[in-house]
């Protein structure tokens, strides 16, 4: 066997400095070790690091598709815009929209919010939610009544005068991306009662008028006793159309009316002595969206059909949950359990999330309102681990050899 001496003496090795021959040297007693260690590739760990960025096997999941994945399944805490990775990707604006406010229930006890998923211009509508005057009601959106609000998202960057079917020319056209609306309790902890159910129409229709029961009924609805912390309902789309641009500006996709789509009803809200009480929440919706037309800031898009439908597939039924980090990871099972049926090898998607995230994602989430990804990714830098490899992770990188294999499939 060399000894370390003879390695420093190596023609190549002995003109370098003496911090650099003892990195080599342990690089190089590394690789003896591994050579030795049987079912093991000899310098596995180096041939990795040493893959190059860019490869097909980061290809399994685009920057793109990424973001979009993001966008879809944690909102609130991906900083990034996104845009949809399909045929109809041509340039555009990509933008990125919180609005925050407060709502209540109605006298009653009861109450709601919901969101409208194609209000793409600053004046539209975009939550429609119950006040305390709210008279008691079967119906979870009795619109245009005595103690029913409604809210705009402002920092949208047009108004629908603006929009191409409102005879605009040239004119906007719009295309909805990810929405994600949640809420949370803010009244006294002695009147912290009652139940919320939240819900994405399975079909993407309008929740107007349907009574609680019928939602509580819908495979994509979730109940959960009342608390401080956030609860979350996200959007997906579910038709064809719906990945399109649109030419109106705070219409449904069909073009003819609004969609209220995703929300949430609160039943039963008490205050300290059992009566039926206004009980007050705070409510935070984010919109991303994507605009074409002569406009300007106008940035490239991509296409990325594989990567599209591997996100498609990953996405639960279930659209409402109190746990984004779990929400997020069983996407990212998902799209792992996806990439499999393509001879891809599992063991990236799920396991880099719950490596990185550990088991403190859940109580910082708990703790404060902060992007749960923010605080894995925070984790990952101490643990040596940069963002970037993280969310390689999520895209399946680094399975160089499999990807190679998959080349025809990854190059449609």
């Known amino acids: 066997m060399e000894s370390k001496q003879q390695f420093f003496n190596r023609p190549r090795i002995a003109t370098l400095t003496l911090r650099e021959k003892e990195r080599r040297w342990a690089q190089h007693q590394a690789s003896v070790r591994s050579a030795r260690t049987p079912g093991r590739t000899p310098n596995t760990r180096m041939v990795q690091r040493q893959t190059p960025k860019g490869t097909l096997a980061d290809l399994m999941l685009s920057q793109c598709a990424k973001d979009y994945f993001l966008?879809?399944?944690a909102p609130f805490s991906t900083k990034n815009v996104a845009c949809v990775p399909d045929l109809h990707s041509i340039p555009s604006k990509k933008v990125r929209v919180k609005t925050r406010g407060t709502f209540s229930t109605g006298a009653d006890g009861n109450g709601y919010i919901a969101c409208c998923n194609w209000c793409n211009d600053n004046a539209g509508s975009v939550v429609i939610y119950s006040t305390a005057a709210l008279a008691s009601s079967t119906s979870v959106l009795p619109e245009n009544t005595v103690g029913t609000g409604k809210a705009t998202q402002p920092k949208l960057p047009y108004t629908a005068a603006q929009f191409e079917a409102a005879g605009a020319t040239p004119g906007v056209q719009a295309r909805t991306v990810a929405v994600g609306l949640r809420i949370r309790?803010?009244?006294?902890?002695s009147s912290m009662s009652g139940q919320i159910?939240?819900?994405r129409h399975p079909?993407?229709?309008?929740?107007?008028?349907?009574?609680?029961n019928d939602i509580r009924s819908y495979t994509t609805a979730k109940t959960f006793r009342n608390h401080r912390d956030w609860i979350y309902a996200l959007w997906r789309p579910v038709r064809p159309d719906e990945y399109h641009f649109s030419k109106d500006?705070?219409?449904?996709s069909d073009g003819s009316n609004f969609k209220w789509e995703t929300g949430f009803t609160i039943a039963g809200t008490t205050d300290i002595n059992g009566a039926p009480s206004p009980a007050p929440f705070e409510y935070e919706v984010i919109r991303f969206v994507e605009f074409i037309g002569n406009i300007d800031n106008v940035t490239r898009s991509h296409v990325d059909l594989q990567g599209m439908s591997h996100i498609r597939n990953s996405m639960p039924q279930s659209s409402t949950t109190s746990l984004p980090h779990k929400y997020l990871a069983h996407m990212a099972k998902n799209l792992e359990e996806s990439a499999v049926e393509f001879g891809l090898p599992a063991g990236m998607g799920a396991a880099a999330y719950k490596m990185i995230g550990g088991g403190t994602a859940e109580a910082a989430e708990?703790?404060?309102s902060t992007g749960i990804m923010d605080t894995i990714l925070g984790a990952a830098a101490t643990a040596g681990a940069s963002a970037t490899e993280f969310l390689s992770g999520l895209g399946l990188g680094g399975l160089a050899t499999a990807a190679e294999a998959a080349a025809p499939l990854l190059l449609l």
Do not use: F
Request: a negative charge.
């Open 249 to 252: 500006a705070s219409t449904a």
């Open 197 to 199: 159910t939240g819900l």
């Open 185 to 189: 309790y803010i009244g006294p902890q």
């Open 71 to 73: 966008a879809l399944g």
């Open 366 to 368: 708990t703790a404060a």
């Open 203 to 212: 079909d993407n229709e309008t929740l107007v008028n349907l009574q609680y």
